[in-house]
């Protein structure tokens, strides 16, 4: 038998199995060594063989440091048996004190597992063992755990792990991106710019690298060269839909798009389809026949924007252009780092302003407002963790529901929607989440409110852009829209409420975390600011 039937065995439950075939590969000299004594030892552990198993995994990851280590494919087959992986876990961290990349998925399983403790305990028994470490390990490790105590916002004490493990490996470039993200979360700009630039100079081929210090320069305020660095992104992965041939150059906007056929294509989420439909008119004032390619839900709402040819939903066929453009893309391209909104630049259907007339209850006395606690979570580990940060439950915003004679209506979508069928204190309109459509739909209702109460999601930029008012929640490493004051878009405070404006929607305030995870403070203000408005 082969060392591929060994596999499909093991792979089918039938360690016993494979473990015959790779001692008969192994005595026979058939097959790799090494590649029969790791399906053995795997073969071992999930018989629960501990010691022979660890022997065999063990060796293997000595012998072949930069691979994946052995525990990795294991964790798979043990699958639903944790009791079993953690003692092989801890008896092969007894063994291999030194073995960097063992702590390292040790801790990782167990942060899976939401023992983030224990993670970070193990990380801490590494560095602080007395066994000599090699420095790339102990540099890995300090990384990981730099990570990990970013994960629960300790920033100050991640970035100076995130120091030592540079120093010790000075040219690993994703070292000096992690630190530069960290301390931009500390708004240590500058420093994290020289963080960066170490970044780049270590990997100077590596697109990722500019695209990280974009978003710190746009967290910084420093817009045109954000967006510079920005374009970065269109050379990582399979980031553009059409030809790279077609796609609209700089010097083109600059020297003119008379009667161009442009396709302006989504990007990223709905929000920032929305914040960015503002720069559609400065195109189409340049001449161009401006297309839009946007997610099926904009469609309707996004054919109100100014200038726009026409709209198809990015379920069906691009219509024929001669120049594609990210959307994202055009801040950098037009060379309008910021684009001010003086006035709102989506419009609402009257129809569909009609229609829920019918469904909403009278305005009572201090006015209808609407609440989102929740965004939209993404099948992508950053997206998931940031999810986790900017969103809240319900529970999170009883205070509000204190305020006398103010109806609230539920526009909370996907499975946070649950929350209000269970017992809270708001006194909500009937449910019309389940006949909400699209956005067009989201933008009737949102007209007919009073202010909108969300967290950082969709809809806070719907409601910005029709110039409906928005109180939004936002967490304390906010997005790098939501920025501090700064030269090219500066925030004010509301003395009266304490809320945060922001030039991007005038309609809109900002009530951010003070401290990591805790909505209490944010909320408070936002009370304050509901009963003002009740009482106007």
């Known amino acids: 038998m082969s060392l591929q039937q060994a596999l499909i065995a093991l792979r089918s439950g039938q360690a016993a199995l494979c473990e015959t075939t790779c001692r008969r590969i192994l005595a026979n000299r058939t097959a790799p060594a090494d590649q029969a004594r790791l399906l053995l030892g795997l073969a071992l552990a999930v018989r629960e063989e501990k010691a022979e198993s660890l022997a065999l995994l063990l060796s293997v990851a000595r012998t072949h440091p930069r691979a994946a280590h052995p525990f990795r494919d294991l964790a798979g087959l043990m699958h639903g048996r944790d009791d079993a992986m953690e003692a092989l876990l801890i008896a092969g961290g007894e063994r291999a004190a030194e073995d960097a990349n063992l702590a390292i998925f040790h801790a990782e399983w167990l942060e899976l597992r939401g023992r983030k403790q224990a993670a970070e305990a193990r990380l801490v028994q590494f560095l602080t063992q007395e066994t000599i470490k090699e420095p790339a390990g102990e540099a890995a490790v300090l990384r990981a755990y730099a990570l990990l105590l970013s994960g629960r916002n300790a920033l100050p004490a991640a970035g100076e792990a995130m120091k030592r493990a540079t120093s010790l490996e000075p040219n690993h470039a994703a070292g000096w991106t992690n630190l530069a993200n960290i301390l931009t979360a500390l708004k240590d700009f500058p420093a994290a710019q020289q963080a960066h630039d170490r970044a780049a100079a270590c990997a100077p081929n590596d697109p990722r690298m500019r695209m990280n210090r974009a978003l710190t320069l746009l967290k910084a305020g420093r817009y045109a060269e954000g967006w510079a660095d920005y374009e970065a992104r269109l050379a990582i992965g399979d980031r553009l839909m059409f030809p790279v041939s ?4 700089k010097e083109e906007c600059r020297s003119g798009l008379d009667g161009v056929r442009i396709l302006v294509v989504s990007e990223q989420g709905f929000g920032d389809t929305i914040q960015f439909l503002r720069y559609i008119p400065l195109l189409a004032a340049r001449g161009a026949r401006v297309r839009l390619f946007v997610p099926p839900e904009l469609v309707t709402v996004a054919e109100t924007v100014a200038g726009v040819e026409s709209v198809t939903g990015m379920d069906g066929i691009a219509p024929a252009f001669d120049r594609h453009v990210p959307m994202m893309s055009l801040p950098y391209l037009l060379d309008a780092a910021f684009v001010p909104m003086h006035e709102p630049y989506l419009a609402v ?66 499975p946070p929607s649950i929350q209000a069928q269970e017992k809270h204190a708001f006194r909500f309109a009937p449910d019309i989440t389940g006949q909400i459509r699209d956005f067009a739909d989201s933008a009737a209702i949102l007209s007919m409110l009073d202010a909108l109460v969300t967290v950082d999601t969709s809809i806070a930029h719907l409601a910005g852009a029709l110039g409906v008012p928005v109180l939004m929640l936002d967490r304390m490493d906010h997005c790098w829209r939501w920025s501090d004051p700064c030269e090219l878009m500066p925030a004010e405070t509301d003395t009266e409420t304490g809320g945060l404006k922001t030039r991007w929607y005038p309609s809109m305030q900002l009530f951010r975390q003070t401290t990591p995870m805790d909505w209490q403070e944010p909320v408070r203000c936002l009370h304050n600011t509901l009963r003002v408005l009740s009482l106007q």
């Open 349 to 414: 259907s009257e129809s569909r302003v009609r229609h829920w007339q019918t469904l909403l209850p009278s305005r009572p006395a201090r006015g209808r407002i609407g609440l989102v606690w929740a965004g939209a979570s993404r099948n992508h580990p950053d997206a998931t963790a940031i999810d986790r940060r900017r969103s809240m439950s319900l529970q999170d915003m009883a205070l509000l529901a204190d305020i006398p004679d103010m109806v609230f209506v539920n526009l909370q979508m996907g």
């Open 246 to 249: 077609s796609l609209l150059r």
